[in-house]
Nanobody, 122 residues
Framework: QVRLVESGGGLVQAGGSLRLSCAASGRIFSIDAMGWYRQAPGKQRELVAS???????NYVNSVKGRFTISRDNAKNMVYLQMNSLKPEDTAVYYC????????????????WGQGILVTVSS
C-alpha cells in the first residue's frame, strides 16, 4: 500500500524557521496533488498549502508570504518551508497525496501521513 512519512518538525521560537518533508512510497501510479494540512488542539484540520503536479500552488491566507510549498515529482516528495513562524502555527502537520494507485482499473489515491508536531514558542 501507499505510505507517507513526514519529517522535520519540532520546537522553534517565534520568528524561526522549519522545513517539513514528506515522502510517498508504495504502489503509486501518479500523484496529482500533494498538500500539507494542520490541526491545532481543539480546532478542525485545515489545508495549509497544496501543489499540483504542474507546480500550481495554493495557500491559506494566514501563511501567505511566510510558507512555501514545493515538490519533487521524481521522488514523490513534498516540502513545506515555514519562515517567520508564529505561536498560532503550532499544530500537528499532516501530509496528503491525491492521485491514482492504478489506471486500469481506476483506483484513486488519497493517502495521509501520520502527522508531525510543530511547536512555536513565544
Amino acid at each position: 500500500q501507499v505510505r507517507l512519512v513526514e519529517s522535520g518538525g519540532g520546537l522553534v521560537q517565534a520568528g524561526g524557521s522549519l522545513r517539513l518533508s514528506c515522502a510517498a512510497s508504495g504502489r503509486i501510479f501518479s500523484i496529482d496533488a500533494m498538500g500539507w494540512y494542520r490541526q491545532a488542539p481543539g480546532k478542525q484540520r485545515e489545508l495549509v498549502a497544496s501543489i499540483t503536479s504542474g507546480g500550481s500552488t495554493n495557500y491559506v491566507n494566514s501563511v501567505k508570504g511566510r510558507f512555501t510549498i514545493s515538490r519533487d515529482n521524481a521522488k514523490n516528495m513534498v516540502y513545506l518551508q515555514m519562515n517567520s513562524l508564529k505561536p498560532e502555527d503550532t499544530a500537528v502537520y499532516y501530509c496528503n497525496s491525491k492521485g491514482w494507485i492504478s489506471a486500469s482499473p481506476l483506483n484513486p489515491l488519497d493517502a495521509w501521513g501520520q502527522g508531525i508536531l510543530v511547536t512555536v514558542s513565544s
